[in-house]
């Protein structure tokens, strides 16, 4: 369906030389010569990249009709990830381009949102924390502050992030997998 620039509001999808686009701040600008025209700031929801756009009065802008479906992550095989969908129990297949750098937060049985547009999974969000076991780490040396308190640590799924030097093997942690940064110690 095609949209003319004063239907173009923030939050909706749109699909611009074949790709999916999400605007995430429109700005109508009705100069006092000249036509009017949308300034739209959007984010291309299968790199992630965010570009500024000014569409004129007279273009069409196609909507990108985008679904949304919650999956459980269950078992990954060579470079697919297979998820089970919540609601009808069907298995779908995930490349590994799609989930980019969340492959190394995915746990067995964690629920995530995939984003699809005709049925090819556009995005993979995880949600935003995420407890893990921390399998490997140093021990930490009491009173010992001069590298800024943090040290690498291993967690269950064998990516590596960095924590407080009071975190040790076995402990169980919060992790904020937007900064893939050390949140709290559960």
């Known amino acids: 369906m095609a949209l003319s620039i004063n239907e173009i509001k923030s939050g909706l999808t749109l699909l611009i030389?074949?790709?999916v686009w999400l605007s995430m701040e429109c700005q109508?600008?009705?100069p006092g010569k000249g036509a009017a025209f949308v300034r739209v700031k959007m984010r291309n929801l299968k790199t992630g990249n965010i570009q500024e756009r000014t569409f004129r009065g007279d273009?069409?802008?196609e909507q990108a009709y985008v679904e949304e479906r919650k999956l459980q992550f269950q078992y990954h095989s060579g470079h697919l990830y297979h998820?089970?969908?919540?609601d009808n129990y069907e298995e779908v297949a995930v490349s590994e381009n799609v989930l980019g750098d969340g492959i190394k937060f995915l746990k067995d049985n964690?629920?995530?949102l995939v984003y699809f547009f005709k049925n090819e999974p556009l995005n993979v969000v995880l949600p935003n924390f995420i407890e893990f076991q921390i399998t490997e780490t140093e021990p930490g040396i009491k009173g010992d502050t001069a590298k800024s308190g943090t040290k690498p640590a291993t967690i269950e799924t064998g990516a590596t992030i960095q924590v407080p030097l009071f975190i040790n093997v076995g402990d169980r942690i919060k992790l904020d997998t937007r900064s893939a940064s050390y949140v709290e110690r559960v």
């Open 17 to 19: 030389d074949g790709e």
């Open 28 to 30: 109508h600008v009705k």
């Open 110 to 112: 964690l629920e995530v």
């Open 83 to 86: 998820f089970m969908d919540q």
């Open 59 to 61: 273009e069409k802008i």
